[in-house]
């Protein structure tokens, strides 16, 4: 019997792979947080024998240096890769045996060069499933081209290298495989992903565009790259990270774990360089806030807002949470190589924010208020693109969160009134404009959803 478990980090929509047998045990893409593995494994007196990756991600940092070092298990790579330490690298159809199964490496390449699935193969010789990292995901297949620019290899290339992987390597598997992907909806490294994170390969034949036979080559290339998102600015500095190394999370956790009291931050605050990153709940950010802080709850998808908004890796950040959520906070950014944390403070309801530094609100009205009195000023609609042109106020305007401050042309005390799909996002938008001067926001709670609403 094969046991593998999938573990999900909803955040980052990312999977990572356990997989054991007969005392032996492999990782597939593990996350940077490692320990769950280890734990894993000893539990069942197991031993990890191999970490597998499927490529250099690029949208987290993956924990399989730490992993290696803890374990002393070696990481595999399929042919192309390049890391700057020890690996192995595999060739196309090469075995791995772990307990009384088998990893069969698939070259996968098009969303990247050394991309590559692995095929598990269980004691009776049947193929059981597979695990496509990047490749193909559920109802898509990772775009091409993302942070990574190849010398002489165009997204179009790249785009034909992937119709081939799909349509050679992985279609004529057997049928009831089951397809593990190394992603969900709501990844960055795709287009339109289902929310399914398992499927069997049959379906998928049935659903997935790039498997279902309706599309030529010169087809599915085009439809690919036809209005490719720009890539969020942090994923180059992810790969290099995957390709040349890192410090363990627990080393950047016992870094970053600092209190800081009110005379610290106060010597801090004269750093321009410095981000204020109020993590904690919209109410309580709208309510009262420290002058100029960036607002990004973590209990909305945190990490690739902090990576869209904030975009350098290295910048420092002093961290503001609710009380006991700081190492949540600082494992979270680490988790897509933000490690520059220099320390936290943490606020219950009796803590005075104006000890530390002058305060801020945000005037936020209801969808029914907003309906009423949005004749006097402009109105933001922050939402993606995509999520504007399938509905939105005909006398809204457009600036998606992560082009925000890229497109500040609006005049510093002009009214402005954002909304954008639940509350969240616009929030994020009203603490980048707040920072940059402007006065005169307005947040629309329960955004597009609850105007809709009232509209319909």
């Not at 992810?238 to 410090?247: A, D, M, P, R, T």
């Not at 943490?346 to 530390?356: A, G, H, K, R, V």
Request: negative net charge; charged residues 25%.
């Amino acid at each position: 019997m094969v046991l593998v478990e999938q573990i999900y980090t909803s955040c980052l929509s990312q999977a990572s792979y356990y997989i054991e047998s007969g005392g032996e045990a492999a990782v597939i893409d593990p996350s940077r947080e490692t320990n769950h593995f280890i734990e894993k494994a000893k539990k069942s007196n197991s031993e990890i024998k191999f970490i597998f990756q499927t490529h250099f991600h690029a949208d987290f940092v993956s924990g399989h240096l730490t992993l290696s070092r803890k374990t002393k298990s070696p990481i595999v790579y399929g042919p192309n890769a390049d890391p700057k330490y020890d690996a192995i690298i595999a060739s196309d159809g090469d075995i791995f045996e772990i307990g009384k199964i088998k990893i069969k490496v698939i070259h996968t390449p098009g969303h990247t060069l050394e991309s590559t699935s692995f095929l598990l193969i269980d004691k009776n010789n049947n193929q059981h499933s597979i695990f496509t990292g990047d490749t193909l995901f559920l109802g898509d297949v990772g775009i091409p081209d993302v942070a990574q620019r190849y010398k002489g290899v165009s997204k179009e290339d790249l785009a034909g290298l992937l119709y081939d992987s799909i349509n050679n390597k992985i279609k004529p598997l057997d049928d009831n495989i089951t397809v593990y992907p190394g992603h969900g909806a709501g990844s960055a490294c795709g287009k339109s992903m289902m929310k399914e994170t398992v499927d069997s390969l049959s379906n998928q034949k049935i659903v997935n565009y790039s498997l279902n036979g309706k599309l030529k080559k010169e087809e599915f290339v085009q439809e690919l790259t036809h209005n490719l998102p720009d890539p969020p600015a942090y994923f180059p500095s992810n790969v290099k990270l995957n390709q040349e190394g890192y410090s363990d999370l627990d080393q950047i956790i016992e870094k970053s774990l600092k209190k800081i009291d009110p005379l610290n931050f106060k010597e801090l605050i004269n750093d321009d360089s410095i981000v204020l990153l109020d993590t904690r709940k919209t109410d309580q950010f709208i309510k009262c806030h420290l002058k100029d802080s960036i607002y990004i709850g973590l209990d909305g998808r945190f990490a690739p807002w902090v990576g869209e908004v904030l975009k350098d890796i290295n910048t420092p950040i002093v961290i503001i949470c609710e009380l006991n959520r700081e190492k949540e906070a600082i494992t979270r950014l680490s988790r897509i190589g933000f490690d520059n944390c220099l320390g936290y403070i943490s606020f219950d309801n009796s803590t005075n924010l104006e000890l530390f530094h002058d305060t801020n609100s945000l005037d936020s009205i209801d969808p029914e208020i907003f309906i009423k009195n949005n004749s006097d000023s402009k109105i933001l609609d922050v939402r993606s693109k995509t999520e504007y042109n399938n509905g939105s106020l005909k006398n809204a305007i457009n600036i998606p969160l992560n082009k925000i401050d890229a497109d500040l042309s609006f005049s510093k005390d002009e009214k402005l009134q954002l909304f954008c799909a639940g509350g969240y996002r616009s929030v994020i938008a009203c603490s980048i404009l707040l920072k940059n001067g402007y006065s005169n926001l307005i947040n629309v709670e329960k955004g597009y959803s609850g105007i809709k609403k009232l509209i319909n």
